[in-house]
């Protein structure tokens, strides 16, 4: 796995030995004296895998670098190496430069070694998630742009279809009002089943994007949040045996953060996708977003579930997003103080209805960033065969109605 790595320090004794290193094992090596020239350096180069750098410089220190390293290169994985063994100081320059890794000098080889070689495969993973995410954004802008040129076309028909029946209503030649009515019976079937093809890659690219979401939560859960519990367990186990008052404060400080960076991971998990919907289904995860959003919001949510049979996985997806993003409308806003959610399902088919006390849909332009999440519902209902309503309630509020059948 060949890496690009800069190393930064004014010891030019160090520099050559980390060239000669690294070099030998096929990384493309760059070395620089001081910050000014590392960062020149980073400039005018292409991007870098790592970047490892003194933490005692003249003129700017390695914490310093880092940190305008991490504000300028983000993605960019940062070391710092330090002689000095003051954990307040080495804490702090973590803190300053926001690195990744550190090590001490003299540094061990083998673990440097594999300090690389987990910071070069994070910055990989990265990469290829970040290009993973540029391919679907520039996926949906095609599909929205390819749905507005065959709304635009068949619009464009039924114009030209009123034209033609205004004409034939005029004319009593019956041999072109049947050719002309079943060339336009064509054209429309055609188009019909263009738009049947567009809603079945719209539905396939949105199950994709969801089983994305599933296997990122899955790798999330299973390295970083159980990684977490370890810390937390480790940091209990010395919070119980140390008796150094001091020492005891920092423990408690970083339990604090580890509690606060765990609660964001599972916030960020339940986003990308829900567990309790995997696990207890559609009814139970309606019941636990409900109760989330009024917790996080503060605004009472009344819910009604009269769905007897089980709803299908691809309609649980659907239904979920659309309350999620609707949840999010509300939020946003509709400065309501109640929400209502109801469904029920007849004759195969499910119905949804979400409504507010708010202050319903205003009078703005289709630009308006409520209305790409309001339209986003609709697209949404129509990908999956069904669709949706939305309306202001006459005493006030939004009503959003949704069909979908359950299949």
Same mark, same amino acid.
């Given at each position: #796995?060949?890496?690009?790595? &800069?190393?930064?320090?004014?010891?030019?004794?160090?520099?050559?030995?980390?060239?000669?290193?690294?070099?030998?094992?096929?990384?493309?090596?760059?070395?620089?004296?001081?910050?000014?020239?590392?960062?020149?350096?980073?400039?005018?180069?292409?991007?870098?895998?790592?970047?490892?750098?003194?933490? #005692?410089?003249?003129? #700017? /220190?390695?914490?310093?670098?880092?940190?305008? +390293?991490?504000?300028?290169?983000?993605?960019?994985?940062? %070391?710092?190496?330090?002689?000095?063994?003051?954990?307040?100081?080495?804490?702090? $320059?973590?803190?300053?430069?926001?690195?990744?890794?550190?090590?001490?000098?003299?540094?061990?080889?083998?673990? &440097?070694?594999? +300090?690389?070689?987990?910071?070069?495969?994070?910055?990989?993973?990265?990469? @290829?998630?970040?290009?993973?995410?540029?391919?679907?954004?520039?996926?949906?802008?095609?599909?929205?742009?390819?749905?507005?040129?065959?709304?635009?076309?068949?619009?464009?028909?039924?114009?030209?279809?009123?034209?033609?029946?205004?004409?034939?209503?005029?004319?009593?030649?019956?041999? @072109?009002?049947?050719?002309?009515?079943?060339?336009?019976?064509?054209?429309?079937?055609?188009?019909?089943?263009?738009?049947? /093809?567009?809603?079945?890659?719209?539905?396939? &690219?949105?199950?994709?994007?969801?089983?994305?979401?599933?296997?990122? $939560? @899955?790798?999330?859960?299973?390295?970083?949040?159980?990684?977490?519990?370890?810390?937390?367990?480790?940091? /209990?186990?010395?919070?119980?045996?140390? +008796?150094?008052?001091?020492?005891?404060?920092?423990?408690?400080?970083?339990?604090?953060?580890?509690?606060?960076?765990?609660?964001?991971?599972?916030?960020?998990?339940?986003?990308?996708?829900?567990?309790?919907?995997?696990?207890?289904?559609?009814?139970? $995860?309606?019941?636990?977003?409900?109760?989330?959003?009024?917790?996080?919001?503060?605004?009472?949510?009344?819910?009604?579930?009269?769905?007897?049979?089980? %709803?299908?996985?691809?309609?649980?997806?659907?239904?979920?997003?659309?309350?999620?993003?609707?949840?999010?409308?509300?939020?946003?806003?509709?400065?309501?103080?109640?929400?209502?959610?109801?469904?029920?399902?007849?004759?195969?088919?499910?119905?949804?209805?979400?409504?507010?006390?708010?202050?319903?849909?205003?009078?703005?332009?289709?630009?308006?960033?409520?209305?790409?999440?309001?339209?986003?519902?609709?697209?949404? $209902?129509?990908?999956?065969?069904?669709?949706?309503?939305?309306? /202001?309630?006459?005493?006030?509020?939004?009503?959003?109605?949704?069909?979908?059948?359950?299949?």
């Amino acid at each position: #796995m060949c890496a690009r790595i &800069l190393f930064v320090d004014d010891d030019p004794t160090a520099l050559l030995t980390f060239e000669r290193i690294f070099r030998r094992l096929m990384h493309d090596t760059v070395t620089a004296k001081n910050a000014k020239e590392a960062l020149d350096i980073l400039k005018s180069s292409p991007p870098f895998h790592i970047v490892v750098s003194d933490y #005692m410089m003249p003129e #700017m /220190s390695g914490d310093i670098l880092l940190q305008e +390293v991490s504000r300028r290169w983000p993605d960019t994985r940062r %070391v710092i190496l330090s002689s000095y063994a003051d954990k307040d100081l080495l804490l702090n $320059a973590i803190n300053i430069g926001g690195v990744h890794r550190y090590l001490t000098k003299p540094w061990d080889l083998q673990e &440097l070694l594999t +300090v690389i070689e987990e910071l070069t495969t994070e910055y990989d993973n990265a990469e @290829r998630d970040r290009n993973s995410t540029k391919e679907t954004d520039n996926k949906n802008h095609q599909l929205a742009t390819t749905n507005n040129q065959l709304e635009e076309s068949i619009n464009l028909r039924i114009t030209a279809l009123q034209e033609y029946q205004h004409q034939l209503q005029k004319s009593n030649d019956q041999v @072109r009002l049947y050719e002309r009515a079943e060339a336009l019976r064509e054209d429309e079937h055609t188009l019909r089943k263009t738009n049947e /093809s567009l809603r079945f890659f719209s539905r396939e &690219l949105e199950n994709r994007w969801e089983e994305e979401k599933n296997a990122l $939560a @899955r790798d999330i859960h299973d390295e970083l949040a159980q990684s977490l519990a370890v810390i937390r367990l480790e940091i /209990s186990s010395q919070l119980r045996s140390t +008796v150094d008052v001091k020492n005891l404060d920092n423990l408690k400080e970083i339990k604090k953060h580890v509690d606060s960076t765990a609660h964001s991971v599972k916030r960020i998990l339940s986003a990308l996708r829900p567990q309790i919907l995997d696990e207890f289904g559609f009814e139970a $995860a309606v019941i636990w977003i409900a109760g989330d959003f009024q917790n996080r919001s503060g605004i009472r949510c009344d819910l009604s579930y009269d769905i007897p049979t089980p %709803v299908s996985k691809e309609t649980s997806n659907c239904l979920y997003r659309i309350i999620q993003e609707a949840q999010t409308n509300i939020i946003r806003h509709s400065q309501a103080t109640a929400a209502n959610i109801s469904l029920c399902q007849r004759n195969k088919r499910i119905y949804l209805k979400i409504s507010d006390n708010g202050i319903g849909i205003q009078k703005t332009g289709p630009n308006e960033t409520r209305s790409f999440g309001l339209i986003g519902i609709q697209e949404r $209902a129509m990908y999956y065969g069904g669709k949706c309503a939305i309306s /202001s309630n006459d005493d006030g509020g939004t009503s959003i109605e949704v069909e979908i059948p359950n299949s």
